[in-house]
Nanobody, 113 residues
Framework: QVQLVESGGGLVQAGGSLRLSCAAS?????MGWYRQVPEKQRELVAF???????NYADSVKGRFTISRDNAKNTIYLQMSSLKPEDAAVYYC??????????WGQGTQVTVSS
């Protein structure tokens, strides 16, 4: 089974930027990010195919950029113009967007106002 290891995250002021990384143990066609706040369902943030096609939640369009390095089996989420409502635990996933087959351990993003 594929293993996903996340890095990045942390505390940032509103308007600031952070970059998340997620390294997979093998090649995966689709990888992306969900996020979750307590007592709410996980929200799909963005995903990217191995060919570079991307999809974003409306709430992050124009502010977040997902990219990948296929040689490293790694995806990135560059988050800019962060808002307090972006604060969440961010989870990397692998597989179809609505039926992931693997999850990362999660990384906390905190945005101070």
């Amino acid at each position: 089974q594929v293993q996903l290891v996340e890095s990045g995250g942390g505390l940032v002021q509103a308007g600031g930027s952070l970059r998340l990384s997620c390294a997979a143990s093998g090649s995966i066609f689709v990888m992306g990010w969900y996020r979750q706040v307590p007592e709410k369902q996980r929200e799909l943030v963005a995903f990217i195919t191995s060919g570079g096609s991307t999809n974003y939640a409306d709430s992050v369009k124009g502010r977040f950029t997902i990219s990948r390095d296929n040689a490293k089996n790694t995806i990135y989420l560059q988050m800019s113009s962060l808002k307090p409502e972006d604060a969440a635990v961010y989870y990397c996933y692998a597989g179809p967007a609505y039926a992931p087959v693997a999850w990362g351990q999660g990384t906390q993003v905190t945005v101070s106002s």
